[in-house]
């Protein structure tokens, strides 16, 4: 029964602004990556990110079974990001075990992530960290080529601002990889983050980062800024799905779908491949960017 509504669901790709019409957008993404493609021997980091998925239930275990799929297949994953709502339903110490690790118990990847408001509703968000290792939010990690950022969107201030303009000032690798929950840009239930998108985005957009991944909304969505930088909501790790809006102002969405998935990230000398996989495997979006010049 559940699988047979999962397969119902609503998933639209649109190749233009919100309401456009579908199909795959046009250079930019194809149907599926090649073997060849996506499980080059040159790839040099990769990671997956999910968000929205602590809930024990079976679409959690779906989405981690087809992540163990994915890394059984050949592909590069160095950790497991994460873009918040990592426990619902507010984050409780006693639930770490069953809905934090031990899904993802056999995939043996350090997890890095962010906090979101379901996590932090009854100050277990420290906790949180603190149990898997992490340190409090601003905090960055760094793979091969990749730098990755975290920050705390529950709380938008001026000091996360100053943090991120100072890493994103410093020398580093040419990728940089932005991690928070509430979304920059975003066409669903929550939409756009107001405080966000006056603190954060103009910072994003100045130094050109390559990739920004938020959660908050149920689904999946991408989007690309008239500066080139993609914006990705990938909130389908395990809570139950929201429909995928239209017509809302935001910059040039290319692809949108509701269903359960991860986001896979691979990262080479010369591209980053974005690959949205959903929970029995199938690719809903695919992506290829450039590796920025020093």
Sequence with gaps: MRRAALAAAVITLWAAACGGPSGPAAGTTSPAPSA????????RAGFVAFGDFGTGDWAQRAVARAMRTWARGGHRVDALVTTGDNVYPDGSPSLFGPRLDGPYRNLRRPMWITLGNHDVLNGHGGAELRHLGLPG???AKRLPGVQLLFLDADRPDAGQTRWLQDRLSAAGPPVRVVVFHQPAW?????????AVDARWVPVLERHRVTLVLNGHDHNYQRFTSAHGVTYVVTGGGGAALYPVGSGCRTPHRAAAASRHHFTAVEVTATRVT?????DDGAVLDRVVLPVPRP
């Design 137 to 139: 939010l601003p905090y």
């Design 36 to 43: 060849s493609a996506s499980r080059a021997a040159d790839v």
């Design 186 to 194: 975003s066409c669903s239930r929550h939409g756009s983050t107001p």
């Design 274 to 278: 974005v690959t949205a996989v959903s």
